[in-house]
């Protein structure tokens, strides 16, 4: 990295950028500063505009429901089951004409019932953001956290199942739409 003087969107990242992608089983993944960040990214990505209304759950760090704020739009809070992860049972009665997006934060290397949530999005044509800050590695029923949704976040500050020195995050997807945008956003 200093001997090639690549700092900053480069090689390094590229390599990383695409062994994680291969991890997960995503076809694109895109190394940010931070996961707060990579939410953000994901968030004005699929559009998110004031106004708008984003159901997640408040049992979480800030940075899901404070860029969803950041951004004019209402985050609409629901409760989680006795696992501490989002109840798919609550969504239905909290979706509004405004609704246009769920967050469903997996926690602790465990992850929500993405069938239930994917078919309550799929019904209401919602689109998903995976918070999957802290579940890298993590399946649920044999697939990867952060591959169900329209995207996946990580977040790679020290804590985190793949922690590095200082903050780092990463987005993936499967749809090239979204990875163009994202690279723009990022850019």
Known sequence: CYAKGDFVLREDLEIFESKLAKFVGTKYAIGVSSGTDALKLSYKALGLKPGDEVITVSHVFIAPIQEIYNLGAKPVLIDVKEDGLMDPNLLEQAITKKTVGIVPIHL??????????????????????????????AKWKGKMAGTFGDVGCFSHIAPKTLGMGGDGGTIVTNRKDLYTRINLLRN
């Open 108 to 137: 602790s290397g465990k992850v929500c019932d993405m069938d239930k949530i994917m078919k309550i999005a799929r019904k209401y044509k919602l689109w998903v953001v995976e918070d999957a800050c802290q579940a890298l590695g």
